[in-house]
């Protein structure tokens, strides 16, 4: 098994004639999806194709970012030598940073379904992007850019209009599945077109790239339909108000909760800027019956009774500025959470995500609400193939080689494993990460470096200003707190005239808690002007050293530290 955990070389040349494939992002992560694919005719730099390009939101270990993006400086200087961009489906993991790209180059064409373009064009408005070259696809089209053969297949997803694509440039071909599963009956009866994998299969898919996410999962996962009947019944059973929190792009499990709020002779009304809009789009599009009367304004809804009220909601992953957070801590300026309220969260966990969830869901239960979540009834299935899934889905395609996506490290593995069980030999089957290279070459993949990658920090209005050095500061401050100290020195007598003044923010609340180390620092700083010390920068460093030594050996932390020196 190639494994890119043994930290490969920077790559060769690309192979002439072959396939080069390098995720950006999307790899040993759950978002941030970016693949780039490149063939070259003569081994020099080639034509690139782009599959996907998404978004991570703010990690709790990147303090005041509010989103990651792919690195693509790799790629910064051949931008031009983009064909397209290729996006499988609507998630912000899988579109969210394309905006980003497309302030770099706005006439990238960008190739997707309906739903998926829709979603896109929402967005260029705040990026000052007026007009971008979208181009619509279906499944069971194919579209011929030179030198690239695209073909795009049905995959049943959380979210309507997914995509497939296989990728046939220079007599070889890639299937990238994008996110998918295959729910056997699928609330808008669009099936993961596993015929035309097949026939796929026949003609020969040198590389197969799948998603991971539920490769650890057993089995197969149940159907949307069976979601239907719980979330049914648990509205149906509700005394009191009912608020469900979902994705704001799950356009079929809203439909779902749409028709049980109709039998319960409910009135809806959607919370959160990006279900509205994302809804009013899918309504627009055709994807969501809403019947006659039934949406109201989040404002009407307060003032009828809570037996008919129920309403849809942002922030089932915990988003700390979402209307369900809000909620929680009682911040959302129209929702206020009483003791009959009823809260279903109708989604699965993103991994990394289970604290912040588990905070919301425990600040629901102190107001008294009832919360409903996955682990106590069917209110929700994953988007994504478990493991019988993928090695069904393997034996139908029956690939030389395979390359597992889409996934932390546990689920890469896990995918791995899954493809080996099929009869697919160890040195046919990629473990990639973040910029390692995959070369496909005459129909055998190998390992054969690593581009340098890392993340791009959005933060505020700015992309990109901000590095590992900002976050580790950020986050000393948030864990241990700030010390500054302020001394005034006597050259030429060698004294301490003034300090130190030591002022700690995040530190302590005990205003006496750093008294103890100012008579040591007068004695050492005075020492080492008696020693001849004259140099500002060198005192600075005594100092910082003596009180980082002193409070690791007090207190057991280790604050960011702040001297100043001021010369007399």
Same mark, same amino acid.
């Given at each position: ?266 009135? =809806?009304?959607?919370?959160? #800027?990006?279900?509205?809009? $994302?809804?009013? +789009? /899918?309504?627009?599009? @055709? !994807? ?116 597992? =996506?889409?996934?932390?490290? #546990?689920?890469?593995?896990? $995918?791995?494993? +899954? /493809?080996?069980?099929? @009869? !697919? ?135 960011? !530290? ?7």
């Amino acid at each position: 098994m190639a494994d890119s955990a043994a930290q490969p070389p920077a790559p060769p040349a690309p192979p002439a004639g072959g396939l080069r494939v390098v995720a950006l992002g999307g790899i040993k992560e759950i978002g941030r999806n970016m693949t780039v694919f490149e063939h070259s005719r003569d081994g020099r730099p080639g034509r690139l194709l782009v599959v996907d390009c998404g978004m991570l939101l703010g990690k709790t270990n990147s303090p005041g970012v509010d989103l990651t993006l792919p690195d693509w400086s790799h790629f910064a200087e051949r931008l031009d030598d983009i064909d397209a961009v290729v996006l499988t489906h609507g998630h912000e993991d899988h579109i969210g940073a394309l905006p980003y790209l497309l302030r770099e180059r706005r006439d990238i064409p960008v190739y997707g379904s309906r739903l998926t373009l829709a979603l896109v064009e929402s967005k260029l408005p705040q990026h000052q992007i007026r007009k971008a070259d979208l181009r619509r696809v279906r499944e069971g089209e194919a579209v011929d850019l030179e030198p690239w053969r695209l073909r795009f297949y049905a995959v049943n997803h959380s979210i309507p209009d997914a995509l497939a694509v296989a990728i046939t440039v220079g007599g070889q071909t890639a299937l990238h599945t994008g996110d998918f599963k295959m729910d056997q009956t699928p609330l808008d009866g669009r099936l993961t077109d596993l015929p035309g994998f097949a026939r796929l299969g026949d003609e020969g898919v040198d590389l197969l790239l799948a998603d991971s996410t539920n490769a650890e999962v057993p089995g197969f996962m149940p159907s949307e339909r069976d979601v239907g009947v719980v979330v049914r019944d648990v509205i149906a059973k509700a005394t009191g108000r009912i608020i469900v929190a979902c994705f704001a792009s799950h356009v079929h499990r809203v439909q779902q909760v749409l028709d049980a709020a109709v039998a319960s002779q409910r009135q =809806v009304a959607l919370v959160g #800027r990006s279900m509205v809009r $994302n809804m009013q +789009i /899918a309504r627009d599009l @055709g !994807l969501l019956r809403v019947p006659d009367d039934v949406m109201i304004d989040l404002k009407l809804a307060e003032d009828l009774p809570s037996r008919r009220v129920l309403l849809i909601s942002t922030g089932s992953q915990g988003e700390p500025l979402s209307a369900l957070s809000r909620m929680a801590n009682r911040e959302h300026q129209t929702v206020r959470i009483s003791p009959d309220d009823t809260i279903v969260l109708a989604s699965s966990l993103i991994p990394g995500n289970e604290t912040s969830v588990g905070q919301v869901i425990n600040g629901l239960s102190r107001l008294g609400a009832t919360v409903v979540h996955k682990s106590t009834a069917l209110v929700h299935v994953s988007g994504h193939a478990p493991a019988g899934e993928l090695r069904y889905l393997i034996n139908v395609v029956r690939p030389r080689n395979y390359l597992p =996506v889409h996934g932390e490290w #546990r689920h890469l593995r896990a $995918n791995a494993a +899954i /493809a080996a069980s099929t @009869g !697919l030999a160890p040195e046919r089957i990629m473990l990639a990460e973040d910029g390692t290279v995959v070369d496909l070459v005459e129909g055998r993949a190998s390992v054969t470096g690593r581009i340098p990658v890392g993340y791009v920090y959005v933060d505020g209005l700015e992309v990109g200003d901000i590095g590992d050095a900002t976050l580790k500061d950020r986050r000393i401050l948030g864990a241990d707190g700030f010390l500054s100290i302020l001394v005034a020195v006597d050259l030429e007598a060698g004294k301490v005239v003034y300090g130190p003044e030591l002022t700690a923010r995040g530190f302590s609340d005990d205003p006496t808690a750093l008294e103890p180390i100012e008579a040591e620092l007068i004695a050492v700083v005075e020492q080492a002007l008696a020693d001849g010390a004259r140099d500002a920068d060198a005192i600075s460093h005594l100092i910082r050293r003596t009180v980082g030594r002193w409070v690791d050996q007090t207190y057991r932390r280790r604050p960011m !530290l702040m001297p100043m020196v001021v010369e007399l």
